[in-house]
């Protein structure tokens, strides 16, 4: 029933399913987002030309992170193609190389089994993005109901398991190690397999790492999580199951001098293709994670295997820990203004509820924010991702905060974003405030990419006249008011130089629940990631 009064009542309720945000690039991101949140695609819809070429980011992050996505995109009209029509583009060609499928139904009539094909192809398998091309002479032709073929839509995914064989060669590697270890990947997230790898966790004592959106799968305080010794974890290893990971730049390609030449490694994965890639499996365990993992813990409990709590391995672990721990601790002290990331993370922590949704992204802000900020929940952390793609972070936030929206709407959505970062999609402040979407931004804002430069060399760089001449490429201008982007929609905005004001910042911000906000965050241009045992981008000779 549509309870709108006055000239709102005008209003189609069809259309209000619509909620444009500012860019296709966005927009296709937070398509992409709901189909990581939800298990099922998200749909995003395109103009022709420009529109579409915009979303092509949005695909290809979604496809790169393996999440379901539908583009549908309009497209010129049929009978003009070939003759310069407005904005006309080979957009099924175009989507090929960053879809799992990409077609223009052959008439209306054809349209419902296309559009279950491409649903079925983004959720079953590998997940992935699909494309869809509607020509513009679709939308104004006519069809006769009766000559359409409804289509139901698709079953959920068949749930596959592995072969019993691989599942005990599995286990007899695994009971044969001495420095095991169980990392947990964003595809474990995605498949809901938390309560399976949690038992898997506890009933064999394994000390597990997962990577930046497994976070959660098994809750960052967990007393087996070594995410505090990840070099040494990884280095050392002598047998590594991975569960929902691949081999990528993220995990060093799983070769040294990141992890020991002879480590043996025990991929499970939905993917045929991708097990052996880069290094060859001791086991391959093709399947879904939660029923593989389940199979597993199945054969460990009939061999009776557990990880002892009192080995030399989780002796030099936790020592590890604790030495980075301490070094984190003296940075979250120092005293000085500005701020370093490590004490604005410090702050940010103690105000973060438990069950929020963390979107991050950004150089130093995500990496930093990444080991200093928990996730409790699988699926409650969205960031860059495998693409390692900036401009996501707006997109991802408003898809969540839609997510909760109705099922939670107590829930919020934290948004940590670097400055850089932030300027990919800051005008999507609009939207989030068109919506009052519980979203908080959190902008970290050091006056630049990587460094700035602080209020009086700027300054000094005016002066000279040239600017654009001496200005460093990576800095951007100093002391920006991004909050009053946020105030001039209607949200609140909020400027913070020290941690009281940053205390102050949050505890307003999460108290009111009606309205988006925005702290900007001043800390220190020069301020950078502690010292690491091994650049982010380590090179292997192998
Ligand atoms: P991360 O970035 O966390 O390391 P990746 O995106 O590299 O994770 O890897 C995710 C992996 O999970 C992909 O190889 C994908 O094929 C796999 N995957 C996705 N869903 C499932 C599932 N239900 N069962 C098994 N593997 C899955």
Known sequence: MNKLTGPLRKINTEQKLLRPLQVWETACYAASAVGYLTGRPGACLVVSGPGLLHALGGMANANMNCWPLIVIGGSSDRN???????????????????????????????????????????????????????????????????????????????????????????????????????????????????????????????????????????????????????????QHADVIILLGAR???????????????????????????????????????????????????????????KYPSYTEWWKGLREKMKINDEMTKALVLQKSLPMNYYTVFHHVREFLPTDCILVSEGANTMDIGRIMLPNYHPRHRLDA?????????????????????????????????????????????????RYNLPVIIIVVNNNGIYNGLDANTWKEILESGEPAALAPPACLLPNSHYEQIMSTFGGKGYFVQTPEELRSALKASLAEKQVPSLINVMIDPQSNRKQQDFHWLTRSNM
């Not at 957009?91 to 279950?116: G, N």
Request: some cysteine; aromatic content about 8%.
């Open 385 to 433: 991702g495998t693409f390692a793609t900036m401009g996501v972070g707006l997109g991802f936030a408003i898809a969540a905060a839609m997510v909760v929206k109705d099922q939670t709407p107590e829930q919020r959505v934290i948004c940590v974003e670097g400055d850089s970062a932030f300027g990919f999609s800051g005008m999507e402040v609009e939207t989030i405030c």
């Open 247 to 305: 081999l990528n730049w993220i995990l060093h390609f799983g070769l040294p001098p990141r992890f020991q030449p002879n480590v043996k490694f025990i991929q499970v994965d939905i993917c045929a293709e991708e097990l052996g890639n880069n290094v060859r499996p001791a086991a391959a365990l093709l399947g879904d994670i939660n029923a593989v993992t389940d199979q597993l813990l199945e054969q460990l409990v009939l061999m009776k295997w």
């Open 80 to 234: 003009q193609e070939t003759k310069g029509a407005f904005q006309e583009f080979p957009q099924v060609e175009a989507c090929r190389l960053y879809s799992k499928f990409s077609a223009r139904p052959s008439s209306l009539e054809a349209i419902p089994a296309v559009i279950e094909k491409a649903v079925r192809f983004s959720i079953y398998g590998r997940p992935g993005a699909c494309y869809v091309d509607m020509p513009g002479d679709f939308v104004n032709q006519q069809v006769n109901k009766s000559s359409v073929k409804y289509v139901k839509c698709c079953l959920s995914p068949p749930v596959s398991t592995a072969e019993p064989s691989a599942v005990s060669e599995a286990a007899s590697v695994l009971a044969h190690s001495s420095q095991p270890l169980l990392i947990i990947g964003k595809g474990a997230a995605y498949s809901r397999a938390e309560n399976s790898i949690r038992k898997l966790v506890d009933q064999c004592g394994l000390p597990f790492l997962p990577t930046p959106m497994g976070k959660g799968v098994v809750p960052d305080n967990h007393p087996n999580c070594v995410a505090a010794a990840r070099s040494r974890a990884l």
